[in-house]
Nanobody, 114 residues
Framework: VQLVESGGGLVQPGASLRLSCAAPGRIFKVYVMGWYRQAPGKQREFVATITSGRITNYADSVKGRFTIARDNAKNTVYLQMNSLKPEDTAVYYC?????????WGQGTQVTVSS
């Protein structure tokens, strides 16, 4: 199963980015979709999740700045990131979770620097 991420890049503090993750339909319809990130020298950490019923959950560090959304017609989950800070710099990974199996994307780099 392949989760295909896109949208990372280098931006200045205060800027915005939108990450996308496309998943196979059979996965997207039933799995909880989410985003995690891993900064250099740190463990991978939770960012946000969204269920098939569009219930969302966010890490405290991104609440009010990041928005997770899903487009069921395109089997795609998005992470809109606003007011980016240098501490948001990390590799961002798309995740598809079920109690039986979990899938990860390859990761996309987000760098916030002036």
């Amino acid at each position: 199963v392949q989760l295909v991420e896109s949208g990372g890049g280098l931006v200045q503090p205060g800027a915005s980015l939108r990450l996308s993750c496309a998943a196979p339909g059979r996965i997207f319809k039933v799995y909880v979709m989410g985003w995690y990130r891993q900064a250099p020298g740190k463990q991978r950490e939770f960012v946000a999740t969204i269920t098939s019923g569009r219930i969302t959950n966010y890490a405290d560090s991104v609440k009010g700045r990041f928005t997770i959304a899903r487009d069921n017609a395109k089997n795609t989950v998005y992470l809109q990131m606003n007011s980016l800070k240098p501490e948001d710099t990390a590799v961002y990974y798309c995740n598809a979770y079920s109690p039986v199996k979990t899938y990860w994307g390859q990761g996309t780099q987000v760098t916030v620097s002036s």
